[in-house]
């Protein structure tokens, strides 16, 4: 195709906005506003236009969007808020009707969350401080439940299976005088970082149903332990990592 025949096309989409019988031909459009020929998958749907597709490509528009969003972001934001507080319950029952796909989509997308999530955090990390300083003091009678619960589900748990003796610990504590995973000195003070803390390699939640035996224990800092995630990935990923080298 030569210069004459592209010039030809693009006059007749900005004036008419019509295929001609070459376009057809082509499976291809012209973009007004970028000006460049791109094939219809470039083009998102439209049933107002006679060959319908939109005006503009997708990348035009989700720019104009943009834009758009950036120079009227608190008008925008503001719409947002009344609109929750007029339906406060449909975004939950959206999340309950496509539960599935939305469990698909995070497992797809998970290292990239974290990854925007730590950077979030460190942004925001006075924001969020004074945030649960917030929730503590509306919450407290809430938050000591919570705990409470926790409490005594671990002591039935420590009851009903176990082979740890009290005499068994001691030594298990006069053998691991260094964390077991940053190999720091442990100290036994307990709002120190680097204060120690019984740790159960497997958690003792619902979700990893752990046991306090002696193959599930060891001695670390207060740190790693607070670190941990509680679903215990991290320790199936050395076990993983251990396991191929």
């Given at each position: ?5 592209v ?6 989409v900005?004036?008419v906005?019509?295929f ?10 012209i973009?007004?506003k970028?000006?460049v020929?791109?094939?219809f998958?470039?083009?998102s749907?439209?049933r107002?236009h006679?060959d ?17 969003h950036?120079k ?12 929750r507080k007029?339906?406060?319950?449909y ?8 539960i599935?796909y939305?469990?698909q989509?995070?497992?797809?997308h998970?290292?990239?969350r974290?990854?925007q999530h730590?950077l ?8 969020v401080?004074?945030q ?5 003091q509306k919450n407290e009678?809430?938050?000591k439940?919570i705990?409470?619960?926790d409490?005594n ?5 420590y009851?009903?299976k ?7 610990l ?6 691991t ?12 003070n307990?709002?120190?970082p680097?204060?120690r803390?019984?740790?159960?390699i ?5 979700q990893?149903?752990g046991?306090h035996?002696?193959?599930n224990?060891r001695?670390?800092c207060?740190?790693c332990?607070?670190s941990?995630?509680k679903?215990g990935k ?5 076990e993983?990592g251990?396991?191929?080298?």
């Open positions: 195709m030569n210069g004459f025949h010039r030809q096309m693009s006059v007749l900005q004036n906005g019509q001609t019988g070459i376009e057809k031909k082509m499976n291809k459009k973009c007004p970028c000006k020929i791109k094939p998958y470039e083009f749907k439209d107002i006679k319908g597709l939109f005006r503009i490509c997708k990348k035009c528009d989700s720019l104009k969007h943009k834009q758009y950036q009227n972001k608190e008008k925008l934001n503001k719409k947002t808020q009344q609109w007029k339906h406060p319950e975004n939950k029952q959206y999340y309950l009707k496509n599935q939305y469990k989509w995070e497992k797809g998970y290292q990239k974290q990854i730590k979030w955090y460190q942004i925001n990390l006075d924001k401080k004074i649960k300083k917030q929730y503590r009678e809430k938050i439940e705990y409470r619960n409490r589900r671990r002591r039935l748990l009851k009903q176990t082979d740890i003796t009290t005499q068994w001691i030594n298990l504590k006069r053998n005088p260094y964390c077991a995973l940053c190999n720091v000195k442990l100290v036994e307990g709002h120190h680097n204060a803390h019984l740790d159960h497997i958690p003792l939640n619902k990893c149903k046991t035996t002696m193959n224990v001695f670390i207060r740190t332990n607070l941990r995630p679903n991290d320790y199936v990923f050395q993983t251990a396991a191929r080298g």
